[in-house]
């Protein structure tokens, strides 16, 4: 009876060991996947910061969509405050440039403002397009303005009452449709705040399917051919700051979340 009590012992305590060896093995295969998984996610964020970057400095071009591995990089970017303290910091830059202005009496010292995404904010279209991960597409887009919804970029809404305080006449340059897009657009920009600029410039049928650098640099040149003088000229895109008769100083602001050629 004592040699059977014995084995027993022996077999439970062998059932135990095993019982527990497995569990630490399990624990330790779930170990490795959690820092793999870490591992693979810094990874990830190195990169897409990279990728930002690249962007940021036009030196990644013609992309057509976000990476995939960079959706939640660009998620948290737009989302997380970066992209508000990017903005008012540029702001800021920008306004003590034109506080060193001196402006002439004639009225004629210009700036120039990009629409999308520089004074009003295509971002709660975009959070449901996964960020630029998801392809452009046209129609949805269209009919996203034709809400009449963009709120305004706060910092560039307060550049906006700034540049007009300081006496500059502000142009409003957009490659929205005049033709489809203009009422929606001055009404969008009206309710958001944008009051007392000198004129709303969209695109019209002569300048379809013209490039948003060729396009805008035609109408900078008629500007100046009016007499204006350019000091500054603010956008999200480079195709909004390359060109001909760009002002004295270009200002990028920050948009990772699509390319504009």
């Known amino acids: 009876m004592m040699l059977m009590t014995n084995k027993m012992v022996r077999r439970a305590f062998a059932a135990l060991m095993y019982l527990l060896m497995s569990s630490l093995a399990k624990v330790e295969a779930m170990m490795r996947r959690r820092r793999q998984r870490q591992s693979d996610n810094d990874n990830n964020d190195s990169y897409c910061l990279s990728w930002r ?15 995939l ?17 990017d903005m008012n ?10 506080f060193q202005i001196t402006l002439s009496p004639d009225s004629m010292d210009a700036w120039i403002l990009d629409v999308d995404d520089t004074c009003i904010s295509n971002l709660s279209y975009y959070q449901g397009h ?9 129609a949805k ?21 700034t540049l007009k305080e300081r006496g500059f006449k502000v142009f409003l340059l957009t490659g929205r449709d005049q033709a489809t897009l203009g009422k929606i657009t001055i009404d969008n920009l009206h309710n958001q705040g944008f009051i007392g ?14 490039s948003a650098v060729r396009y805008k640099s035609a109408i900078r040149k008629e500007i100046e051919g009016q007499g204006y003088r350019i000091w500054g000229n603010v956008g999200d895109q480079w195709s909004d700051l390359q060109g001909d008769c760009l002002g004295t100083r270009t200002f990028k602001l920050p948009n990772p979340m699509y390319f504009i050629s």
């Open 197 to 210: 600029y000198e004129r709303l410039i969209l695109r019209t049928a002569e300048y379809k399917g013209q």
């Open 69 to 85: 591995e960079c959706y939640n990089h660009v998620q948290q970017y737009m989302t997380g405050g970066q992209y508000l303290q």
């Open 141 to 161: 887009f269209k009919a996203w303005i034709m809400k009449g919804r963009c709120p305004a970029n706060p910092a560039v809404l307060q550049l906006f009452k």
């Open 130 to 138: 996964r960020f630029g991960c998801d392809p452009f597409d046209s």
């Open 53 to 67: 970057l690249g962007v940021e400095a036009n030196n990644v071009r013609s992309w057509r969509t976000v990476p």
């Open 89 to 98: 910091l540029i702001v800021n830059q920008i306004v003590a440039y034109a």
